[in-house]
């Protein structure tokens, strides 16, 4: 199972609390542990990439096993540990706005 | 006995608020959304318990969300806004081409006919609907279509569509506007649309008179008067009687002719309201007193009111689309401000009062009168 860890007002909008597991098909990166997360909650689709790119929003960040990978590639596969269920990915609000 | 209900969108969130007929003591629900960005919140005139908001942020984007039961629970809906075809491009700021990117919906306007069927107007500027209470939306892409959006630059506020109004006589005639590229009509239900901005006249921009560019803020029309436009230009109040085809200036004697907001009395087509800003570099009331005007000939002759706003010491702006009226038989006008005060008048403006004094910084107030 990965853990995924949401911002609080996606959890707010997606109606859950704590972290979320979701199970992944196949290899596991960004692009397809978002694919289920949104499969899963699909009032998600758009608020942490964008619909028809599916690029990150800007004020969007990925961490895990304290590694920042917003810029890895969407295909890259994420660290074992999180593969592994160990460790959560981290979706977070970039610290903005003053 | 008939009800009021206040939407009031904020910088933080959404606001419900609720009174009677009497419209002294108002209860007040939220925040819904807190933490996001509100721009608007509009009920159907089909059915009143369903409502429309716009809800946003820098950091996940555009959500649409729709309740059934008059804003006590809601549910998010479709946030897909993709224009039709090549978007192309329109004028950046420095001038240069700039690629067409969707970034928020600033306005939502029901149906006059089907609670499920909903306009929203975009930034960057476009014009979307909704057949299916908001699950799935369609680009009216006549309206980018029609020639001059690589002429069409943005405001300060962004190159957004602020203003929706479908005419109650006619279904498929549509007004709409745009900061900075004016005002236009549609005669089709959409299909094709052509500029209506001919008699304004904007200093800021190279041709004062051109056919767009123009900063328009804001536009209003009584239901029953549907060929008869009011318009908040960026500087002049201008009127038109032939639905937009001309425009005459209006701004008498009002102190400052720039503003956002501006309104028609629900029971009054000739007599209108405006919230007279500074300047466009100064955006607050003249001599630091809050005062809405009052035209009771359709402009022109514009008359101060002042009583229960603050006349001293006050800062604050009213945004484009912060200015309702209700159709109680005392005709109702409220206004929201930067400063988070939502301000009633339950006399048509000669007397007012704070409802709220301290929400976020407000974005949009609308008004439902409930049977």
Not at chain 1, 72 to 86: M, S, T, Y
Not at chain 2, 90 to 111: A, C, M, N
Not at chain 2, 337 to 347: H, I, L, M
Request: glycine residues 10%; proline residues 7%; charged residues 20%.
């Amino acid at each position: 199972m990965i853990r995924v860890e949401l911002p609080a007002h996606l959890r707010t909008l997606a109606k859950t609390s704590g972290e979320v597991t979701l199970n992944v098909e196949g290899k596991v990166t960004l692009a397809s542990v978002l694919d289920a997360l949104e499969a899963r909650f699909p009032m998600l689709e758009g608020t942490i990439r964008d619909h028809v790119t599916q690029k990150r929003r800007p004020f969007v960040r990925f961490f895990a096993c304290e590694e920042d990978l917003s810029h890895e590639p969407p295909d890259a596969p994420l660290p074992e540990a999180v593969a592994l269920g160990k460790e959560p990915l981290l979706i977070v609000g970039a610290i903005a706005g003053g | 006995m008939s009800s009021v209900r206040l939407l009031v969108g904020t910088k933080k969130g959404a606001f419900v608020l609720t009174s009677d007929g009497k419209r002294e003591k108002w209860a007040v629900n939220g925040p819904h959304f807190g933490g996001w960005e509100i721009y608007h919140m509009k009920g159907s005139p089909v059915d009143q318990n369903r409502l429309y908001a716009s809800q946003s942020t820098g950091w996940f984007g555009q959500l649409i969300q729709r309740s059934n039961d008059g804003g006590k629970t809601w549910e998010p809906v479709g946030n897909k806004f993709v224009y039709d075809g090549v978007p192309g491009t329109h004028q950046w700021y420095d001038g240069t081409p700039h690629p067409w990117e969707f970034k928020r919906v600033w306005h939502l306007e029901p149906s006059l006919t089907n609670a499920d069927a909903v306009y929203a107007g975009v930034e960057d500027a476009g014009l979307f609907h909704s057949a299916n209470g908001g699950q799935t939306w369609d680009e009216l892409s006549g309206l980018r279509g029609h020639g001059s959006g690589p002429r069409w630059q943005p405001g300060a506020g962004g190159l957004c569509l602020h203003t929706i109004i479908l005419d109650p006589a006619d279904p498929k005639r549509i007004f709409i506007a745009i900061s900075a590229a004016g005002a236009f009509r549609t005669d089709d239900g959409g299909q094709t649309w052509k500029p209506i901005n001919r008699g304004l006249v904007s200093q800021q921009i190279p041709e004062p008179t051109a056919e767009v560019g123009h900063c328009v803020h804001h536009v209003a029309m009584h239901p029953a008067r549907p060929n008869r436009l009011f318009m908040q230009k960026h500087w002049d109040v201008m009127r038109s009687d032939d639905a937009g085809d001309s425009w005459q200036e209006v701004s008498g004697n009002l102190p400052t002719d720039f503003g956002f907001v501006i309104d028609v009395h629900a029971h009054e087509p000739e007599t209108i309201y405006v919230v007279p800003i500074k300047s466009d570099g100064e955006h607050y009331p003249p001599d630091a007193k809050l005062r809405v005007y009052r035209s009771r000939t359709g402009g022109n002759e514009w008359q101060a009111l002042t009583k229960g706003l603050p006349q001293s010491d006050c800062y604050v702006n009213v945004l484009r689309d912060a200015m309702a009226v209700d159709t109680l038989d005392s005709c109702g006008v409220y206004f929201g401000t930067t400063g988070g005060q939502v301000y009633a008048s339950t006399d048509a403006g000669d007397n007012w009062a704070a409802i709220v004094r301290d929400l976020p910084a407000v974005l949009s107030v609308e008004v439902q009168t409930l049977a």
